[in-house]
């Protein structure tokens, strides 16, 4: 782009219809020989306008994210989650608590300690020893009900790792383009003060008119009031990069790293290829199917009874001990209120689950187009600008600098032009940064970096 070129030039023309010295109005209009004696020196002050105060330390977008992966606190509570979920797989295949119990037949005192009743053969103390047996295949199938939820769990921690990566991402390039948009417009602004000057100045030797003071005023102010939204959009984005960071909002972010614009090669059927097969959330929702489908099987086991089985030992004073042994069965005698409503809860259970796995394929798709087409349409809208829009707006700006040079063109005129060419500018670097986020929305879906 010749944006900085064009406008140091026109500063250059134009700050030469000024006096060099002393009041104005007292100076006779000036001629082509002044023009030229001073170009120099109008040259270096131009240039100088273009001189930006030190900036923060620029910090990288890897940076922020090695540091949000540490540090954010919702990608840590998924972890816990995770690892919450894991730690039932063991509980869901373990046995049943085995029950141990205490008992006593004697007298019929009802104060303790009690009397045993010696000689009488139905007078003991008894310890029993009970341990209930689910019918074989419940606990295993449990297990995997509980697993699979596991896994679940993890998809999800995996899928939120990536959204805040994307979302590091997104505050990322807003930062970059808010930074260019201050830069760019700040310089603009320090352009068109001299530009007022010089109105203000030929309307005081009678070689310009009231109007073209008063345009020049109206556009410092209002791109006085762009800057003061630009830095309040600035501040705000920083706090959320921040936030992502677990950090306090006022700490300083620093300045982005240069962006330069780059091809975007992936098609939509690729992406949708690529989403169907890495989308963590889908790939979670499968598990949950698993999960809901094992329900099913589990369910229907209960139709069938568990066992106990149990060990008393009889404790008889002046008799001979004695041990026994029992075995029960739980019978589902019940199960046209239980065990058969409890399967249909399962299957519905798992139909939903299903449903929302389309659902969510769906969905899928649908956010896939439209980031697709937002970073398409911003890349075809970047090329245009680069290639087209902003070149000959360069062109225009500059024949208007040549025009007012001779006389041809009026000061409103060339104003405009600088604004417009202000106006693509932004425009430019708003579509890098938008390109950026679109492809930054795409990621989560596709699970993995498609900006390497």
């Not at 499968?286 to 069938?304: H, L, N, P, S, T």
């Amino acid at each position: 782009m010749r944006l900085r070129l064009t406008q140091q030039l026109m500063v250059c023309l134009l700050l030469a219809t000024l006096p060099p010295h002393g009041n104005v109005a007292a100076q006779q209009p000036i001629t082509k020989s002044a023009l030229s004696s001073n170009a120099n020196t109008v040259a270096e002050n131009a240039r100088s306008a273009y001189v930006i105060p030190a900036a923060l330390d620029q910090v990288s977008l890897q940076t922020l994210i090695a540091e949000a992966l540490e540090q954010n606190p919702e990608i840590r509570a998924m972890r816990r989650g995770f690892d919450m979920m894991r730690a039932r797989v063991p509980q869901a295949k373990a046995l049943p608590e085995p029950m141990l119990s205490y008992g006593y037949a004697g007298n019929a005192a009802f104060i303790p300690p009690f009397d045993i009743q010696k000689g009488d053969p139905s007078s003991a103390r008894m310890l029993s020893f009970t341990q209930e047996i689910p019918y074989p295949g419940k606990l295993a199938l449990k297990g995997k009900m509980a697993n699979v939820e596991a896994e679940a769990e993890w998809w999800n921690y995996e899928q939120a790792r990536l959204n805040v990566v994307a979302e590091v991402k997104d505050a990322y390039f807003d930062l970059f383009y808010l930074h260019k948009a201050i830069e760019t417009v700040t310089k603009n602004k320090e352009l068109v003060e001299k530009f007022a000057r010089i109105a203000e100045a030929g309307y005081s030797v009678g070689k310009g008119i009231q109007q073209d003071v008063l345009k020049a005023q109206v556009e410092i102010s209002k791109l006085t009031d762009q800057l003061t939204v630009l830095e309040q959009r600035r501040q705000t984005t920083e706090a959320r990069l921040n936030s992502l960071l677990f950090r306090e909002p006022e700490t300083p972010v620093g300045k982005p790293e240069e962006i330069k614009p780059r091809e975007f090669t992936y098609s939509l059927a690729e992406l949708n290829e690529e989403a169907l097969t890495n989308y963590p959330a889908l790939k979670a929702q499968r598990r949950k199917i698993d999960r809901e489908q094992y329900g099913v099987e589990v369910a229907k086991k209960e139709f069938y009874p568990d066992f106990s089985v149990g060990l008393t030992y009889f404790n008889r004073p002046g008799m001979p001990e004695m041990y026994g042994v029992n075995v029960g069965v739980k019978i589902p005698l019940y199960f046209w209120q239980k065990q058969r409503p409890a399967v249909a809860e399962a299957t519905a259970s798992a139909r939903a689950e299903r449903e929302r796995l389309e659902n969510a394929t769906s969905l899928l798709f649908f956010r896939i187009k439209d980031r697709y087409l937002a970073a398409t349409t911003a890349q075809r809208l970047l090329k245009l600008y680069s290639t087209t829009i902003i070149p000959q707006s360069s062109l225009s700006l500059e024949s208007a600098i040549s025009g007012y040079e001779v006389g041809k063109v009026d000061f409103l005129t060339l104003l405009d032009n600088l604004v417009t060419l202000l106006n693509y500018e932004l425009g430019y670097y708003e579509q890098i940064s938008n390109v950026e986020k679109a492809i930054a929305a795409l990621e989560p879906f596709v699970g993995f970096n498609l900006r390497p």
